[in-house]
């Protein structure tokens, strides 16, 4: 991935109800969702869903096909992996680390910054 496709998929992201969409689009997984099915989930206005759908598609994290008089939206996870490997690329200097969620360090979890 390169840094402007990069820019591109997080700036799609930083907003709210797109981050939303995307995320309920994951959840769906590869069968993906019809709008009036997103638009029920969310309780979007599909004037609104059609525009965040739009942006997510441009950033190329989603895709649509139609299936018969359907319209089905579903999540690109070959761009959402590339964008989650560019953004690790270089953890840890390129030294070996376990960097990943479980790595967390509890006690760190839900305090106040001093």
């Known amino acids: 991935m390169e840094e402007k496709d990069a820019v ?5 992201l930083a907003q709210a109800a797109r981050l939303r969409v995307f995320r309920a689009l994951v959840g769906a997984g590869p069968q993906g969702l019809t ?5 029920e989930t969310l309780a979007v206005p599909a004037s609104t869903l059609s525009f965040h759908l739009k942006e997510l598609m441009h950033a190329g994290l989603v ?13 690109e996870f070959g761009q959402m992996n ?5 953004l690790t690329a270089h953890c840890c200097q390129g030294q ?4 990943g969620p479980s790595a ?8 106040e910054p001093s």
């Open 35 to 39: 709008p009036t099915a997103l638009a």
């Open 8 to 12: 591109a998929a997080l700036a799609a």
């Open 63 to 75: 895709s649509v096909q139609r299936e018969g008089r359907n319209l089905i939206y579903r999540p």
């Open 82 to 86: 590339a964008l989650l490997s560019y």
């Open 104 to 111: 967390v360090d509890c006690d760190l979890v839900d305090k």
């Open 96 to 99: 070996p680390c376990d960097c």
